[in-house]
């Protein structure tokens, strides 16, 4: 069994023992064939905002949720009723991880002119991202509050149709933008939702929608070059638009995703890269360990839609 030779070096191999034909050279190119990633949005719609204390005290953070004070008429004279607010506690754990381990062999190592363990490194790395970002889209969306989902959504309206597993919205380029605005957006107006970093998660084929309908010119702002980035398209309202293929699909049918970066807390807690000597062979061992944890804490600044294309 023969090994990789290095670029513009000769491999003497003939056909046979007694074989005096002339030697044919081996060459392997040092370009490797360039490979594409999905993109990856999970860090756009999360906040780490308690990722800090996961690492400094163990696995587990207790947060303090602010509790609803009651406002009551007054008349003068009147006895006051005084209440006791109750902070009911939520929790960040982290109880999810990933690894990826390889090995390269020392003749491997001497005969490439490519670093293998660098290459073999960024392709896992960029791979864990996307099984961290499959996880978190693929879940979440069991979180979002009962008034943000359904076909009879809205905390005071109650009749916006976001769409069901049995019933899903048909999304055309007709209606794709009404259905941001007049739905997604009024369902978080409703909860009183900020309209600062406000998103939506979009499967490609449903950004194509938006990207034919006639309002795109008058609707659609951002910037042109963060797609590359973070698979962000642009504007529409006071939703940020992303584009994923990790969107959780049934049938053809999307868990679509929309909210506020309130919504959705995430923290990593581990992230180990180790190279090792390999003790069973000449070489080295390669292995990566991810350790992070993500949970809704605000159930109601995030919204669930189950959309097919129409």
């Not at 594409?36 to 587990?60: L, P, S, W």
């Not at 005969?111 to 693929?138: E, P, Y």
């Not at 933008?177 to 490609?204: A, Q």
Request: aromatic share 8%.
């Amino acid at each position: 069994m023969g090994y990789p030779v290095a670029s513009g070096a000769v491999n003497y191999s003939n056909t046979g023992a007694n074989n005096n034909s002339s030697f044919i050279p081996e060459i392997w190119s040092t370009k490797l064939l360039t490979k594409y990633y999905e993109n990856c949005v999970y860090m756009e719609i999360a906040n780490t905002d308690y990722e800090g204390e996961i690492k400094a005290h163990g696995d587990k953070v207790n947060i303090r949720t602010i509790p609803d004070i009651t406002i009551n008429d007054y008349e003068k004279g009147q006895d006051l009723n005084y209440e006791q607010p109750e902070s009911a506690p939520v929790s960040l754990t982290i109880d999810q991880g990933h690894y990826f381990a390889f090995k390269v062999n020392s003749v491997d190592k001497y005969q490439a002119d490519i670093n293998l363990m660098d290459t073999f490194s960024q392709d896992g790395g960029m791979k864990m991202k996307r099984r961290v970002d499959a996880n978190i889209l693929g879940s979440i969306y069991a979180g979002a509050a009962a008034v943000n989902a359904g076909s009879a959504a809205g905390k005071d309206s109650g009749s916006l149709n976001l769409g069901t597993a049995a019933a899903p919205i048909d999304v055309t380029k007709d209606n794709i933008i009404d259905v941001l605005v007049e739905r997604f957006g009024v369902c978080l107006d409703e909860t009183d939702t900020p309209d600062e970093d406000r998103y939506v998660v979009l499967p490609p084929s449903m950004c194509a929608r938006i990207k034919t309908s006639e309002l795109k010119d008058a609707s659609l702002t951002g910037d042109g070059n963060s797609t590359l980035r973070s698979g962000k398209i642009g504007m529409i309202d006071r939703l940020h638009i992303y584009s994923s293929r990790n969107l959780r699909n049934t049938s053809g049918a999307y868990d679509v995703l929309f909210g506020h970066k309130s919504a959705l807390s995430f923290a990593a807690q581990i992230t180990e890269m180790e190279k090792l000597k390999n003790p069973k062979d000449f070489g080295d061992l390669v292995r990566s360990l991810f350790v992070y944890g993500f949970d809704v804490l605000l159930p109601e600044q995030l919204g669930h839609s189950v959309m097919r294309l129409g």
